[in-house]
Every structure is written in C-alpha cells, then in structure tokens.
C-alpha cells in the first residue's frame, strides 16, 4: 500500500468536496493527510468519528465514518476533468482544464477561458472525435490514443450507471507515463435506483440530513432550509411561490416540502413530524391546492395529522379549489387552534405574525 518513500494518503470519505482544505471540529486541519505508513493509524483515530467542514458542506460539516488509505503516486501534472447534465443541450457535457487540483472553482471564476467545454448527443454517445478534442484541450502529455480511450470509458460508466456527474479532480499523469484518475466524485439519478439497485443499497444515509431521509421514505420532497417557518405544499411551484410570499412579508421559510397532489393522511402526518423535528421551525404553514384531491378530503387529513403529532406551534392553513367551502368548514368546527387565511397572501402575513 505504501510507496516507495513509506507513504500513504488518508481520505475522509464523505459526500462533500473540498475535503483536502477542510477543517476538523477536533481541530485537525485537512481531511485528506499524506504521512508515513507508521503514523497512518495516529491520523486516523483523529479523523474517524470527527465532523469535517468543508467550503461545500456549511458550517455544520459531515460525519466521517469511513476512511480511504491509498497508495501515494507520483504525479507529475493535474488536470481537471468532468462530466455533467447540461440543460442547455438537454444532455451530457464534457468539462476540462489544464490545471486540476484543490483550487479547480476559483480557477474557473478567474479564469473561464481556460475550461474546455464539449456537448455530446445522449443518443449517439461519445465520438472518437469528442474525445481526442478533450485530450487536446488538455494538452495530456501521456499518448493521446490511450488518453481518448480513458475518456470515452469515464462517459460509458456516466451514461451506464445513470450518473449526473462524474468528476475527476484530478486527473493525473504519473512518472511512468499514465493517466490516472486520482481522486473522483460520482452523482447518480435517483430515479434510476430500480435499475442500479447494487449502486443504491450503497447509500450512506449518515452523509443526509435525516429529515430529507424521513421524506425520501414517506415519498415526499423535503429541502431543509433556515428559517422558521415550516411549509406544507402540494406542488413544487406553489412551494416556491409560498416561500417567496414568505420572504416578501419579513418571514423566512424553514423548508421546502412538496407533499405531491395525491397526499394521504400518514403522509400528511409524516410531513408534520418532518416539520416539527426542525428547532427552528415556530409556526406551520399549510398551503394546499386542491386539484386531484379534494380540499375537504385534505382539511380532514390535517387535522387528524395535527391531532396525531401534538402540534405544539402556530398553523396557518389555506385551502383553495374543489370542496373548498367544507374543507373550510371542517377547519373550523375542528375545535383546534388553527389560523384559518383566505389567499396566499393572507397565510403568509398571519404565520410571520404568529411569530413576532
């Protein structure tokens, strides 16, 4: 494992980059450390168990709950080299630069002429030709054949494992003439698991925050947030249109949560238990369309929900579409402590003042 000087390299493993700059809550700074093979131990009972932060992880880091030792190489020049989802193209895009490495984000800000960019077809795949316009655009020191074959078999694993990235950073030459990728971070499309179950059941769920996990399994979209006043949406547009409206009346939206146009009642009430686990959150506010469903079927879901988790904050609830005069009234006679509003409008300036 060790190179020929003794030395070995230890990565923190977690779903974050920036790992080789970050700090370690303990105090060690760096999460990726070249040291002799004697000392790789020492190192290791310092990062395992830690949290490390890191510019992409905010200040709250990632555990680390596994480490990677590998072997030290010689590298003698990095590159950068990635693949992406381009909506501009509809499809994938090839993304290069001469220079890789830890500071590849500051490089591209100041200086975007030096990224390489080359669309590909989804459909017909990569061409010999896109490849060797990679190499080229890389400059690659090592034999241009081989380096456009290394290409080409980096997008067939990106397109055959349903990726939405894969980046190698960096993309190394080595002493004795190779291409390596020596260090790689790899996306995957969720909606693919039912066909890279083996991909999936490698899911490290202590790297999510365990709220997005909790609505992942109940089917519901969760994107935790900083504010205090949880959401409660059917719809992604109306969930976006909701925590603008927030915003605009002096609030601030502690979460983005689409609970979808055919909720049922145990995913109402997973969505509250979502809600609640948040410290942050000191009101509720529930902003349902009632298209599919019907608002009479969603306010006796609600207060049941409610009933069942205790609400222990302020809930706002608008209702609007089909049914929406019993829904109304099944609010009101509910005998609960909620805030009935008549628009959009009105639900967002009676959370933000149920909480001043």
Not at 70 to 90: C, G, H, N, P, V
Request: contains cysteine.
């Amino acid at each position: 494992m060790a190179d020929k000087d003794g030395q070995v390299v230890v990565k923190s493993q977690i779903l974050a980059g920036g790992r080789g700059l970050g700090t370690f809550k303990g105090g060690l700074k760096g999460g990726v450390h070249i040291v002799d093979s004697s000392k790789a131990l020492e190192y290791a009972k310092q990062m395992l168990g830690d949290t490390l932060v890191t510019k992409q992880t905010g200040p709250a880091g990632k555990p680390v709950g596994t480490l990677f030792i590998a072997s030290k190489l010689q590298l003698t020049r990095e590159m950068y080299f990635a693949i992406l989802l381009d909506r501009k193209t509809a499809g994938p895009i090839m993304i290069g630069c001469g220079e890789g490495g830890t500071s590849i984000e500051e490089l591209a800000e100041k200086f975007p002429d030096k990224i390489i960019t080359v669309p590909v077809d989804i459909r017909e795949g990569i061409t010999d030709a896109q490849a060797m316009k990679m190499v080229d655009g890389l400059n690659v020191g090592v034999e241009k054949t081989a380096a456009a074959d290394q290409i080409k078999r980096l997008y067939q694993l990106f397109d055959a494992s349903d990726c939405t990235m894969v980046e190698v950073n960096p993309l190394a030459e080595t002493a004795d003439g190779k291409l390596v990728a020596a260090d790689a971070k790899l996306g995957f499309d969720d909606n693919a698991s039912f066909r890279q179950k083996d991909l999936f059941a490698k899911r490290d769920h202590s790297q999510e925050d365990p709220r997005e996990v909790a609505a992942g399994k109940a089917d519901l979209n969760y994107i935790g947030l900083e504010g205090s006043i949880g959401c409660m949406v059917n719809g992604a547009g109306l969930a976006m249109a909701t925590m603008d409206i927030i915003k605009i009346h002096g609030g601030a939206p502690a979460n983005f949560l689409d609970v979808g146009g055919n909720a049922s009642e145990q995913q109402v009430v997973a969505a509250f238990n979502i809600l609640l686990s948040d410290k942050q959150v000191k009101a509720i506010l529930v902003n349902i369309f009632g298209g599919i469903m019907k608002c009479d079927v969603i306010a006796q879901g609600i207060v049941n929900a409610a009933k069942e988790v205790n609400l222990s904050v302020p809930l706002i609830v608008r209702l609007e579409g089909t049914n929406v005069a019993k829904g109304k009234e099944i609010l009101k006679t509910s005998g609960m402590k909620l805030i009935a509003a008549d628009d959009l409008d009105d639900a967002a300036k009676k959370a933000v003042q149920s909480i001043q």
